[in-house]
C-alpha cells in the first residue's frame, strides 16, 4: 500500500472581488511505503497548499488524497501521521511536556510509553532543560524542533513535514537529516517540502518539482545525478611539458578532442564526467516556466 | 474532547484577561459597606448588589472567553498543529466549549460562595425582616451560569464563522442584549397597547422571539433577593430550553468550522 497517494488534485482559492488563485493544477503523486520523499519548489509553487490539503486542513477545488489508504477527509487519515506545519505554533501557554502529553493522549498512547517516549524525542531534539518552561518563551528554532518532537512521539509510519529543517541552526539541520534517514532505516515514509536541494541530495530517494502548482517532473535523486551529465574534465600531460593540465569539453566533442590528444602525443591521466547538481537540475526547470 | 477541554482549562487560567476579570471579585469586599449606606433593606441591597456584581462577572467572562478563545486559535494558527492531529472539527470545538463552560460553572461556585459570605456577614449585623432563601439564591446563581453559558455557545457559533473577533465579540454582546428583551416585546405585542403596531412588526418580532436565545426567561434573581419562590415547572422548562437551544447553536457551529478551511 501507498503511503501518500495523490490522484488528480486541484485547488482554486477564491479571494474577494472574485479573484482567484490556482494553487493545485491536477497533481498526481504516489509514495510508496519506506521511501523518503522531496518536494521542491519555489516560494508560492503550491507546496504547502498539498500539504494542508493531505492533512485535511483545506479541501481540494477537485481530485482526491489518501494516506495509507485512507481518504484524508477523514480524521482517520491522520492517524498513522506525524504533521510537521509550515512555521509552526503551538499553544503557547502550555510547555513542550505538557504539550506532548496533550498529543500523545490524542494518538490515545498509554501513559507509561508516552511519559518514555516524550523524554526520548525531548532529548533527542534538545529540549530537555526547556521542557517545563512555557512556549510562550521558545525561541523560533525551538518551536520548530517542538514540531518535530511532537510529529515524532508517537512512532507514526508516515510523517509529512512542511519545511522541516526550517528556522534552524546548522547543528539543527543535521540532525533533521539524521532523524530522516534513521526513519528511512525504520522502515518509515517521509514526505517533506523544502527549498533547499541539498537537503533533498543528502536524505531523498525521490524528489518532485512542483512550480506553479504543477508538478514538473518525478525524479530518483541517484538519476538525476548519472543522468546528467553535461561534460567532461579532461587531464593529460601534453608532450614536452612535465606538469598535467586540465581541460574541459562538452559530452559531444569528447571522442573528437580525446583522439587529437593521443595523436599529438598527450599522456592522458583521467577523464571524469561533470554532473549537473540537483540545485542547476532545479533552477533549470524552474527557469523553463 | 476531553483532552481538548483540559488545555482549554489550563489556557483559560494562564490567561491575562482571566487575572484582569478576576480582580473584579475585589468589589465584593465593598458591597457590606456600600449596603449599609442605605440604612433601610439592607441584606436586600446586599443581595442586588452581590449579583449584580456576579451577572457582571460572568457576563465580561463568556462575551471575551467566549468570542477569543476559538478566534485565537485559528488567528495564531494553533489550529494547524491541533486540527492536524486525529481530531474531528466538532470534537475540537465541543472541548473547547467544553473546558470554557466548565470554567464558567467553577467561577460561579466561586461567586456563589463570596455572594454566601459577603450576604450573612451583613445578615449578621442587620438582621434582615424576612429570612433568607438560601435555596432561592442557590438555583438563580445556577441559572445566571446556565445563561452565560448559552452566551458562549452564541459567542462559538459567531467564531466558527468570522476571521476577525470583531463579529464574535459585538455580535454576541448584540444578542445578549435583544435576548433579554424579546420576551417584553413578546408580551408588549401581545397586550393592548400592541395591536396598534403593523402586522409586519408584529411578525418580525415574533420570529426574532422564537430565533434568539430568550436570556429573562433565566433571570431568577427577583426570586433570590425577595424571597419569592420559584415555581419548578417554570425551571425545569427553562433548563429543558438551555439544552435544546445550546445543542442547535453548537451543532451549527461545528457544522460551520467542519466546512471552514483552515488556511
Ligand atoms: N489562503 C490562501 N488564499 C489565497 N491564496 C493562497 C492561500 N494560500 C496560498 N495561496 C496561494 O497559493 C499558492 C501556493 O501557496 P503555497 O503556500 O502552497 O506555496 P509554497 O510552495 O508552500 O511556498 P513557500 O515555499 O513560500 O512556503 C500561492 O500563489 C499563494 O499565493
Ligand atoms: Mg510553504
Redo the contacts between chains.
Sequence with gaps: MSAVSIHGLSKI?KGKRGTKVVALRNLDLEIGAGEIFGFLGPNGAGKSTTI?TL?????PTSGRALIMGKDVSS??A??H?G?L?E????????SAA?YLT??G???KMEAPQLERKSEEVLKLLDLWDARKR?MRGYSKGMVQRV?LA?ALLHDPDVYILDEPMSGLDPIGRTLVKEIIQDLKQRGKSVFFSTHITSDVESVCDRVGVIVKGEMKCVRRVDEIADGGITGYEVRHIATGSDSPESITVSTSDLPAILSELQSAGSHILVVEPIRKNLEEFFVDIVRQE | MKNVAIVTLKGIFRDRIFHGILVNVAFFVLIPSIATLSMRQVTELSLTLSLSLVSFILLLLSIFLGGTLLWKDIERRYTYSVLGLPLTRGRYLLGKFAGTAIFTLFVSIVLGVATYLVVSWVSIIYPPERAILWGNLTVCILFEALKYILVIAVAFLFSSVSTSFFLPVFGTISIFLAGNVTQQVYEYIHSASGSALSPLVCQVAVGLYYILPNFSAFDLKVNAIYGIPISLSGTLLTFVYFVLYAAIVLGLAVLVLSRREMR
Design positions: 482559492f494542508k492533512m485535511g486542513l483545506i479541501t480524521p482517520e491522520r492517524r501521521v504533521f506545519p512555521n509552526p505554533a503551538f499553544y503557547d501557554y502550555l505538557e496533550f498529543v493522549r490524542i494518538f512555557l514540531g511532537q
